[in-house]
């Protein structure tokens, strides 16, 4: 199975009691499928990138990164490689690099989904339509940061930084309930 197709699939098999993420998996889904590009980052009107969540060994704190061309803590992630084997491995692969964490596992799953302007690397305004894992950190999880971040900390998920988003609100309340 491609990247792309994995993206289909998962989509497709998402279920969520949210009626807005429902919606949301629908257009992306609708995008997804009429573009077999949707998950390279030269697909100008948007693409697919992952994202995760990661969460220490307890399941109350996340990492978040300093992203240097926003300015603003994050959750992990990013574009979708060639290389990648599927969608959820996009995720982990982006964790795994921007917070140098050994021995991460992630939900099989994705736990949200966020569609966000703007531009990107290449200088061209874009969507990042952005499937959202949640990532587990062993215990004594180490960070090392990355030239993808300016800091990397840990934050409780119920006291996250003002002004982030790129969905993380909504994705950290989606794994607070997972974890509960």
Excluded: K
């Amino acid at each position: 199975m491609s990247l792309h197709e994995s993206v289909i699939d998962t989509l497709s098999g998402w279920r969520t009691d949210d009626p807005a993420q429902d919606s949301l998996r629908h257009a992306m889904l609708a995008f997804v499928t009429a573009r077999p590009d949707a998950c390279r980052r030269a697909c100008a009107p948007g693409h697919v990138t992952a994202s995760a969540l990661v969460l220490d060994h307890t399941g109350t704190r996340t990492v978040l990164t300093l992203h240097p061309r926003l300015g603003r803590w994050v959750q992990l992630g990013g574009h979708c490689e060639d290389s990648d084997a599927d969608i959820a491995s996009a995720a982990l692969r982006e964790a795994g690099e921007e917070s140098g964490i050994v021995g991460l596992t992630i939900d099989e799953m994705p736990s949200a989904l966020h569609v966000h302007a703007l531009t990107c690397s290449q200088g061209v305004p874009t969507r990042h339509l952005d499937v959202q894992f949640v990532v587990h950190a062993p215990q004594g999880a180490e960070l090392a940061i990355s030239d993808e971040s300016v800091d990397l900390r840990w934050w409780p998920l119920d006291s996250l930084p003002q002004g982030s988003d790129f969905g993380l609100t909504q994705l950290a309340r989606a794994a607070q309930t997972s974890v509960e």
